[in-house]
């Protein structure tokens, strides 16, 4: 069983910053890749960004440029730094790891919210 857990996310302005955190109950040290992942209301759910083993890291044409994935192997922790917020940022924010031989783990879900 592999337990993800989401902190950060909260309100703030359009222009603003949130950075999110996703901590795994498992070493991430041999993970295929962890990745962030969107759903607004009535939206289906996106990828926002996603980072592999080896560090490459890929994002939705949105937010590049805006936010930043990164991981800590050290911590098990995988981030998502979130800067020039906008309202169409606002959704819930789950993280996902992809560990060998594993179907994908998801969190709960931190919610995130972008007042204009």
């Known amino acids: 069983q592999v337990q993800l857990v989401e902190s950060g996310g909260g309100l703030v302005q359009a222009g603003g910053s949130l950075r999110l955190s996703c901590a795994s109950s498992?070493?991430?040290?041999?993970?295929?890749?962890m990745g962030w992942y969107r759903q607004a209301p009535g939206k289906q759910r996106e990828l926002v960004a996603s980072?592999?083993?080896?560090?490459?890291?890929n994002y939705a044409r949105s937010v590049k440029g805006r936010f930043t994935i990164s991981k800590d192997n050290a911590k098990n922790t995988v981030y998502l730094q979130m800067n020039s917020l906008k309202p169409e940022d606002t959704a819930v924010y789950y993280c996902?790891?992809?560990?060998?031989?594993?179907?994908?783990?998801w969190g709960q879900g931190t919610q995130v919210t972008v007042s204009s």
């Open positions: 996902a790891a992809d560990f060998p031989l594993r179907m994908r783990d």
């Open positions: 498992r070493s991430i040290f041999s993970i295929n890749a």
């Open positions: 980072i592999t083993n080896g560090g490459s890291t």
